[in-house]
């Protein structure tokens, strides 16, 4: 388990300030900045697209998280490649072919990330740990911003806290384990017990506007 990142989800921002919304979480601490792109028919909601990434590339220096829910996805991972994420994360429903998918990524120079439904099990990363640069676990249903944080991720993050430090031990490689929704000051700390190190965080950063930010995502981080 790495030091816990901070990753600002975007989708809760002031969408009318974007450019100044990602500098002010930027300076004010944010490790990623988490981007979620989703397409109105994989799940039930539509947000930005690659011209909009590139857009705010400018703007931070920052990891680009960018989490893609859309479907099929292949045809967009060299767009959003191009326009400047760092991390590109694909949920397994969302294409045929998983494994080609996080080769692609790979292929463009950017870590692969494969995420978790609530319902999907860990099984489906039996045959793709050596293909994946980072694991996310949503932990409520995608879509929306501002949900309740589902229990039963909890068991979900330590298995795969668990195959994580299985198939790293002993060698340089590192694989993210990022948790996805509802993960507000509370919730923060059961997230990293359960294993997680990377936290997404939408509502718990955004809330109170822009002078909040440092201290939203100080609390995020758990005591010091
Ligand atoms: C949901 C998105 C999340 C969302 C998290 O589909 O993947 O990144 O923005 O929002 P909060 O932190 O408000 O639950
Ligand atoms: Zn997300």
Redesign the pocket.
Known sequence: QQPVRIAP?I??ADFANLGAEVRAVDAAGADYI?I?V?DGHF?PNLTIGPMVVQALRPHSAKVFDV?L?ISPVDNFVTAFAKAGADIITVHPEAGAHTHRTLQLIRSLGKKAGVALNPATPVSVLDYIMDDVDMILV?S?N??????SFINSQKDKIRAIRQRIDAVTAGTSRVIDLEV????NAEMAPVAISAGADVL?????TFQGGPEAYADNIRRLRGPL
């Open positions: 989800s989708l809760s988490h979620d989703m799940v989490h829910m949503m409520v995608p879509g929306f911003g501002g949900q996805d929704g509802g993960i997404v965080a939408g509502t718990a």
